[in-house]
């Protein structure tokens, strides 16, 4: 059971944190910079991490630059404002991810360009040959040890982990939470400590800030993958621009809470 518990666990922290380290902050944003050989590296580990719901960084890094320049009107990607719930909010995503991932549609240029690109591992990562055999390799851990059928529910998650995860964030987001400032859409912060989905649930000072590798913005507000990048630049694998360095203290700009509470 606990060698059970303990697979999901890291499946799922080191599944998020390539999804928010790799293809969001670095990908998608650019926040700092690295070598090609560490880019390859870390590009290599968001496909082993999440293994059956890889994710193309090309095609994620497009469509969520569209979200920040159309965020929560009709030309979002996935915004919830629009649809009754997450499940046809995510089904209308992927179709657009799709159109991107598999160059079916090119984007305006302002959305590509600076993403990380590794064709020979995208074709890989989206072989549904690949997909089902990594889906067996999950499986067999539960054949393994699930003392239980129960424990077999828990599956799906494992075989669609990324997608999950980003279903959680565009939908809570920008739907539940609290707000720090006062942004043109309805992005929220849902948790003051993000352990779920390792800071992307601060998505309010995400929005305000997006070029700041620093996702929290209020002393209690705790960002995990914050200090991750922090140590990896302190021994030289990324390097934080300047600018970027400038936004760090957001507590400065954020709202007192009597303020957020008279709005």
């Known amino acids: 059971m606990y060698i059970l518990i303990a697979f999901f666990v890291l499946h799922?922290?080191?599944?998020?944190?390539c999804q928010t380290f790799f293809l969001h902050r670095f990908g998608a944003h650019r926040q700092f910079t690295m070598s090609k050989g560490w880019e390859r590296f870390f590009h290599l580990l968001t496909y082993l991490t999440q293994g059956s719901s890889y994710l193309n960084a090309r095609g994620y890094g497009i469509l969520h630059r569209m979200h920040h320049a159309y965020s929560d009107t009709e030309k979002d990607p996935h915004s919830p404002l629009f649809y009754s719930n997450v499940f046809t909010m995510m089904l209308a995503t992927k179709h657009r991810y799709d159109a991107f991932a598999y160059r079916?549609?090119?984007?305006?240029?302002?959305?590509?360009?600076?993403?990380?690109?590794w064709p020979a591992l995208d074709r890989l990562g989206q072989s549904w040959v690949m997909r089902v055999l990594w889906g067996a390799a999950y499986t067999s851990v539960y054949v393994a040890f699930?003392?239980?059928?129960?424990?077999y529910l828990l599956l799906p998650a494992h075989f669609i982990m990324g997608p999950i995860h980003g279903a959680i964030v565009n939908w809570a987001g920008h739907k539940y939470g609290y707000r720090n400032f006062k942004s043109a859409d309805?992005?929220?912060n849902t948790?003051?400590?993000?352990?779920?989905?390792?800071?992307?649930?601060?998505?309010?000072?995400?929005h305000e800030?997006?070029?700041?590798?620093?996702?929290a913005a209020r002393w209690f507000e705790i960002d995990p993958?914050?200090?991750?990048?922090?140590?990896?630049?302190?021994?030289?694998?990324?390097?934080?621009a300047t600018e970027q360095r400038a936004r760090y203290p957001l507590e400065r700009k954020a709202p007192s809470l009597a303020a957020e509470g008279a709005e």
């Not at 799922?12 to 944190?17: K, R, Y």
């Not at 390792?198 to 000072?205: H, I, R, T, V």
């Open 12 to 17: 799922w922290q080191l599944s998020v944190f």
């Open 104 to 117: 079916r549609e090119e984007p305006e240029p302002r959305f590509d360009g600076g993403l990380p690109d």
């Open 146 to 151: 699930a003392p239980s059928l129960w424990w």
């Open 186 to 188: 309805v992005s929220r």
């Open 191 to 206: 948790l003051i400590w993000d352990f779920v989905t390792l800071g992307e649930l601060f998505q309010n000072n995400h």
């Open 209 to 215: 800030f997006s070029m700041s590798p620093r996702f």
């Open 225 to 240: 993958t914050y200090f991750v990048i922090l140590a990896l630049d302190a021994v030289g694998i990324i390097k934080i």
